[in-house]
């Protein structure tokens, strides 16, 4: 599964680079600043679902303090990230007259989907040797 949301995530945020790059020539300078937005939006909401729904993130167990600082910086990054897609002037790109994508909705569901499942934790780079397990 987790192999597989990277995948999704990589794919949606490339598909919704090219569909901003085009609207860029399109008359619309600032729809690469509302893509990058919505990717800020994905990490963000990313961070502190898996902070919140994982006791281990990737960097070892944390207290409640730090976690809490962790959860309200994450969601402080995502608002910050939806005040990005509103300042670049695109909100959404629409595909043909039926599919319409919401670029800080497509962040949400996408970063929540991969902090459900913590997928940035154990993070697959292709060509790399994989190990399964510690060898410690």
Known sequence: MTNFLQSVRGFG??????????????GLPGALLSWFGGGVVCV???????????????????????RFLRICLAFAI???????VVWGGLVSVS??????????????VIGILCGLFNIDKTTVIPGSPQTNGSKE
Request: hydrophobic share 45%; net charge negative; charged share 10%.
């Open 78 to 84: 995502a608002s910050l990230g939806a005040q990005v």
């Open 95 to 108: 595909i043909g007259s039926a599919i319409t994508i919401g670029f800080r909705e497509a962040g949400i």
């Open 13 to 26: 945020g490339f598909a919704l680079f090219v569909l901003a790059g085009l609207m860029t020539f399109d």
């Open 44 to 66: 963000g909401y990313s961070v502190a679902i898996a902070t919140m729904t994982h006791e281990d993130v990737g960097s070892g167990k944390e207290g409640p303090g730090p």
